[in-house]
């Protein structure tokens, strides 16, 4: 690393997202306590910052996400249950997943104006350090190191603006940060613009921003301007490319991972499928019943 270079210790994770497209099951329950399986959205990119090393944990949430919160503290009388009935490894897992005290801080974003809006709210927490910002919406599993590591190394070698990047069909363009890119060096890109959600007409590129980023302070101020975009929000990446066009450069890195997108219904069934497939306690029931439906609905269509 570069002795210019900051070492990035502080996670964002933007949470206060109102879940529309789940709706009615987000009336109550944050989109981001969704579960794969046993495990909620929130903890696998939790544990994702923390894999690579991150510190300090910062969630901008929304009203009625207080079980974010009630995840990653202490459970004391459920502790104690556990304890008491001997149920140990559970006990485990309970515990693992609460927090290092002082490691995690929760502030409102208010209202929901957008993911920019949402990362800007995070700025005196922040602070003058280059930071990460991982979407729990984006689970990212399976790949040779965690999602946001490999963008971590990327930083450290060029103290850039970097994102994860996938290549998405043409159709889906619209519904993503597209990167035009300059030039690619294996599973790494260079930007030569940025923009959110453009139709499919108006680009060439298939390059799509997934949920991982690694930002300098500098984007604050762009941030800070509220310049409406995309939805009539206040876009993360409408400041990637206010930067860029000032003179820090933007990096591209190909994920290793697969990527499900758990903002929409099938991202979440098709990432259910894959851990319960993954799962050797649950991987045989699985196969079976769908080699079952399979041969129903082949039966049903002879
Ligand atoms: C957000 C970002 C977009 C990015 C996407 C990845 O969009 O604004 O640039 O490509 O996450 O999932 P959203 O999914 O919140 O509409």
């Known amino acids: 690393m570069s002795p210019k270079i900051q070492k990035v210790r502080k996670a964002v994770f933007p949470v206060g997202g109102l879940g529309t ?16 399986i046993d495990k909620p959205l929130i903890q696998f990119v939790v544990e994702e910052a923390l894999a690579a090393g991150l510190e300090e944990l910062i969630f901008v949430t929304g009203r009625g996400k207080d079980s974010i919160e009630n995840h990653f503290d202490i459970a004391f009388e459920l502790e104690r249950t556990l304890q008491d009935r001997g149920k ?31 990362v800007w709210c995070a700025r005196h927490l922040v602070r003058d350090e280059p930071f990460a910002v991982l979407l729990a919406d984006d689970l990212i599993l399976g790949g040779r190191a965690p999602a946001i590591s490999e963008l971590l190394d ?11 990047v996938m290549e998405v069909p043409k159709e889906q363009v619209s519904r993503y940060g597209i990167l035009e890119i300059e030039e690619r060096r ?16 108006e680009t ?7 949920g991982r980023y690694i930002l300098s302070p500098k984007i604050f101020p762009f941030l800070g301007r509220q310049i409406l975009g995309s939805n ?14 000032e003179g820090t450069p933007l990096r591209g890195v190909y ?48």
Not at 232 to 245: N, P
């Open 21 to 36: 497209r789940f709706l009615p099951a987000t009336k109550a329950l944050p989109k981001e306590m969704f579960p794969i």
């Open 88 to 118: 140990l490894h559970v006990l485990e897992e309970v515990r693992a997943c609460s927090l290092e005290p002082g490691c995690a801080t929760y502030m409102r974003q208010q209202e929901p104006r957008g993911l920019g809006h949402a």
């Open 154 to 164: 990327l930083y450290y070698q060029e103290g850039s603006h970097v994102v994860s």
């Open 186 to 201: 294996g599973l790494v890109c260079s930007a030569q613009s940025i923009t959110e959600k453009p139709q499919p007409e």
């Open 204 to 210: 060439s590129s298939r390059t799509a921003v997934i």
């Open 232 to 245: 009539g929000e206040i876009q993360l990446t409408d400041a990637l490319a206010a930067t860029l066009q």
């Open 255 to 302: 994920s290793s991972g697969r990527r499900f997108d758990c903002g929409l219904r099938e991202g979440m069934v098709q990432a259910t499928l894959f851990c319960a497939l993954q799962e050797p306690t649950l991987e045989p029931s699985v196969q079976e019943i769908l080699r079952e439906w399979e041969q129903e609905m082949q039966e049903k269509t002879a």
